[in-house]
């Protein structure tokens, strides 16, 4: 990457570089828990991204996921390959496997921005979900990562069997010092779509959020953040639009290529084209590129700061990602 590389747009690639896991969540979206490709397989797509950013422009991070991460022996040597070419990167976790000696490595890696951690719920559902004992291991595995200086944050995933709880977690996320929380909700990907907020209980999970992130306090700096869509609605001025696609790519573990996770139209393969190849002509990244404001929002004042709100959700719900989001209350 060239030197003025830092005066580029962002692009985000979020790779589940396997799909080993140590765990077995009851809501996961995989469907297989074996996909792993050779060390060398997994270089060579790094070499494509660190190409795809260099001639589309763009200043590179990579959020490594899993499965688990940190169970690939692949993770590290990324990871020193990304620090050679200034690609920056986080890593979303189980938190389960950290300890003093992960947290110490990570720590080493100066392209490391950030490691999150989903949390599910109360202690009591987020063992449900996770096993028992991940509660606890989760945030041991945080306070390993605040010891070692590496920026905490918390993921929390609302659905109908959860959100109720939003409160608890986030005050469980500020008594442990967390650095930064946020909430999104459930995308019904293979998980039934009775379990997706209705507007009404997502209007509460905004309004809550909202109260929140104006409480940073002395005794708490976790930071509340209002950065997912509609979550402007109740006063916050950050707004959030879908950038799948065109600012943001997902690398599965067998080499597909989605515009985003919680989007899953199959642009291609990586183990067949290099990713600059599959983006430059796909069809569905010009779509993307070129979709607008769905009809249904032509004519709200928000409109081009939302751009008609989660495109993952519009398309799970309807089959169609360029419609107005379904929890969408905004009166203009
Ligand atoms: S009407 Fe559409 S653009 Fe306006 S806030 Fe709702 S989803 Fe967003
Ligand atoms: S598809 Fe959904 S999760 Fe992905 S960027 Fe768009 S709104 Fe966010």
């Not at 590389?5 to 809501?27: D, E, F, G, M, Y």
């Not at 509340?224 to 109740?234: A, I, K, P």
């Not at 139209?265 to 607008?292: F, P």
Request: charged share 25%; aromatic share 10%.
């Amino acid at each position: 990457m060239t030197d003025n590389a830092v005066n580029r747009k962002k692009h985000v690639l979020q790779w589940h570089i396997l799909h080993r896991c140590n765990l077995r969540c009851t809501h996961c979206y995989q469907d297989d828990y074996v996909s792993e490709l050779s060390a060398d397989t997994l270089s060579g797509f790094l070499s494509q991204y660190i190409e795809f950013c260099d001639t589309h422009g763009f200043r590179g991070h990579i959020n490594f996921t899993g499965g688990e991460p940190l169970l690939s022996d692949a993770l590290f040597p990324l990871m020193d390959k990304c620090d050679k070419n200034r690609i920056t990167y986080g890593l979303l976790t189980n938190g389960t496997l950290i300890d003093a000696d992960i947290a110490g490595q990570l720590a080493a890696h100066k392209g490391i921005r950030f490691v999150q951690v989903s949390i599910d719920g109360t202690k009591e559902t987020h063992d449900r979900v996770r096993g028992k004992g991940n509660f606890d291991k989760a945030f041991r595995g945080l306070h390993y990562l605040k010891d070692a200086g590496i920026q905490t944050m918390a993921a929390f995933t609302c659905h109908k069997g959860n959100y109720r709880e939003l409160g608890k977690v986030i005050k469980a996320v500020r008594k442990n010092g967390i650095d930064r929380f946020w909430a999104d909700r459930l995308i019904p990907m293979g998980s039934s779509k009775e379990d997706v907020l209705s507007t009404e209980e997502y209007r509460e999970v905004i309004k809550l959020l909202t109260k929140e992130h104006s409480r940073r306090t002395l005794f708490s700096h976790t930071d509340v953040h209002l950065n997912r869509s509609l979550q402007f609605l109740e006063g916050g001025n950050c707004y959030y639009y879908c950038d799948a696609g065109i600012s943001l790519l997902t690398l599965l573990a067998d080499g597909t290529l989605l515009p985003c996770r919680r989007l899953p139209l199959a642009l291609g393969s990586c183990l067949e084209k290099s990713m600059s190849e599959i983006y430059d002509n796909s069809d569905i990244i010009r779509q993307l590129k070129e979709t607008t404001i769905p009809e249904e929002c032509n004519s709200c004042p928000k409109a081009h700061l939302c751009m008609g709100g989660a495109k993952c959700l519009s398309y799970a719900m309807t089959g169609d990602y360029n419609r107005k989001d379904i929890n969408c209350y905004y009166k203009y």
